[in-house]
């Protein structure tokens, strides 16, 4: 826990020093609780950016029968699209199936992952990238269910910047190294002939609304925007010179990871919340203007066109049958293998069960 707070804390003091907000809409460390019988959660950070830790004692859980239903889960961003298991929650699906659930904000798949090893979370919508980075590094996880099956991006950059071969020696702001959008831009330059050590300067930025902040400001030149995004920054005048939706990758972008212990004791807890995640995808694409009404309160925004243009592009990367895609994690698996050894022995079925789905 030390740990976490210490980079989280490192990551604040990076941001004030390049003139990035500290909160916003995709990057609030802050907790939101919901409808929790047991609401003491570990950490957070108030609106003063004030770092602010809770004791819940020396229990992974509060106090409570097990197989009661009540969980924690981890999410990389307010918007919907690591918000399947609230929009569930929202949809009351979960409390049909005797499930409550605090959801916990924390802006990239690295720090979520800390959060989950730390048991801080029981479980985390994150990406293939970071939770195998995690794996090789010794975490006891499983990817149980599918969340967005595809790249879901658009690499943007600054309204000078016109051509690809205009960004050699220009800024590209992620989240964090071994991060998703750090893969997509590493997939991105592959695409455009450049090479990511030599030809452009990576710096971590923050999560996709602090990434759009910063190209408005200048700070950074280039970076992966989410879709609702993409639509803002190019009404602002910025340029997209890849869309990933188009390329139509198979990828891991968010998967529902759990802890090995979790899915040992709680097992009970782990199918109900998976037969109501499921069910809230079928509720999600069947119930079309509650889900675009909350993609524009999320990004903010009254323009329905690029609501309904960001929820049409999730739609299509949602799995109907909750399912991850193997051939996304096996893309991001031959990546990584490229820089670690240890990845070249790993294999799919170690990092996935799909027992829990209905």
């Known amino acids: ?62 106090p409570k029968k097990r197989n009661t239903g009540c969980f924690y889960i981890g999410k990389l961003t307010l918007l919907l699209q690591t918000d399947r298991p609230a929009f569930s929650r929202c949809a009351g699906i979960l409390k ?22 730390g048991r801080s979370l029981d479980f985390m919508c994150t990406g293939g990238t970071p939770f195998i980075y995690a794996y090789l590094e010794g975490v006891q996880g499983k990817i149980i269910g599918g969340v967005n099956n595809r790249l879901p991006y658009g690499f943007v950059s600054l309204a000078n910047i016109k051509t690809p071969a205009q960004l050699k020696g220009k800024r590209i702001g992620i ?7 750090d893969f997509a831009v590493k997939l991105a330059l592959a695409q455009f002939g450049l090479n990511p050590k030599t030809d452009v300067s990576i710096t971590q930025v923050g999560g996709a609304a602090t990434r759009l902040t910063a190209l408005q400001a200048g700070s950074i030149d280039a970076a992966v925007l989410t879709l609702g995004l993409v639509h803002i920054a190019q009404k602002s005048g910025l ?3 890849l869309d990933f939706i188009e390329k139509d990758i198979e990828y891991q972008q968010v998967a529902i990871i759990a802890r090995d212990d979790l899915l040992k004791t709680r097992a009970d807890v782990v199918r109900r919340f998976m037969k109501a995640y499921s069910e809230g995808i079928r509720y999600y694409k069947s119930q079309k203007e509650v889900a675009i009404r ?20 999730r739609v299509r990367a949602l799995p109907d049958d909750a399912k991850p895609t193997i051939k996304g994690m096996q893309l991001a698996l031959d990546d990584i293998a490229k820089d670690n050894p240890k990845a070249k022995t790993l ?10 789905l209905p």
Request: hydrophobic share 35%.
């Open 1 to 62: 826990m030390k740990f976490f707070l210490h980079q989280l804390r490192q990551l604040l003091k990076h941001r004030r020093r390049v003139g990035l907000p500290v909160i916003d809409d995709a990057d609030n460390f802050s907790f939101e609780r919901i409808q929790t019988r047991h609401q003491r959660p570990v950490f957070g950070i108030d609106r003063h950016s004030r770092i602010e830790k809770f004791d819940r004692g020396h229990e992974p859980h509060p």
């Open 96 to 117: 049909q199936h005797q499930l409550d659930a605090e959801v916990i904000y924390i802006a990239g798949g690295t720090l979520s992952m800390q959060a989950l090893v």
């Open 175 to 181: 989240s964090r190294f071994g991060s998703t959008d």
């Open 239 to 241: 340029n997209l010179l």
């Open 294 to 313: 909350k993609t524009m309160e999320k990004l903010r925004t009254n323009d329905r066109a690029i609501g309904e243009f960001d929820y049409n592009q």
């Open 347 to 356: 294999t799919i079925s170690q990092l996935v069960d799909l027992s829990f």
